[in-house]
């Protein structure tokens, strides 16, 4: 099945294959440009997102460990929920640094 799904600037185009267990395996790509907070001066900017995905969907529980893809439990497949995790993942990234505060020391003292 293909994926084409885009929210709050980022797209998802990926392919979703079903496996044999029941899961779901899920290859694309993620990109687009979206508003984020810088961590050090706390202002929103642009930041651009170009990242190869790599999901596989399981049934919780889930015990085990996969080297290749990224595990994500989920009863449904449900790629709005999958989305609006990988945006707030970007979203509360550590690495959100605006271009002014990139030469900046973080732990500067008061």
Same mark, same amino acid.
């Given at each position: 099945? /293909? &994926?084409? $799904?885009?929210?709050?600037?980022?797209?998802?185009?990926?392919?979703? !294959?079903?496996?044999? *267990?029941?899961?779901? @395996?899920?290859?694309?790509?993620?990109?687009?440009?979206?508003?984020?907070?810088?961590?050090?001066?706390?202002?929103?900017?642009?930041?651009?997102?170009?990242?190869?995905?790599?999901? /596989? &969907?399981? $049934?919780?529980?889930?015990?085990?460990?996969?080297?290749?893809?990224? !595990?994500?439990?989920? *009863?449904?497949?449900? @790629?709005?929920?999958?989305?609006?995790?990988?945006?707030?993942?970007?979203?509360?990234?550590?690495?959100?640094?605006?271009?002014?505060?990139?030469?900046?020391?973080?732990?500067?003292?008061?």
């Amino acid at each position: 099945m /293909k &994926i084409n $799904k885009t929210k709050e600037g980022l797209t998802l185009n990926a392919e979703s !294959i079903k496996t044999k *267990e029941g899961d779901y @395996i899920i290859t694309g790509k993620l990109s687009g440009d979206i508003e984020v907070e810088c961590v050090k001066c706390l202002k929103p900017f642009m930041r651009h997102i170009d990242e190869d995905i790599k999901f /596989k &969907i399981v $049934k919780p529980p889930y015990e085990g460990f996969d080297e290749e893809y990224d !595990i994500i439990e989920q *009863e449904k497949l449900d @790629i709005d929920e999958i989305l609006n995790s990988e945006i707030e993942s970007i979203k509360n990234d550590f690495s959100n640094i605006c271009k002014s505060c990139e030469n900046e020391e973080f732990n500067k003292e008061f």
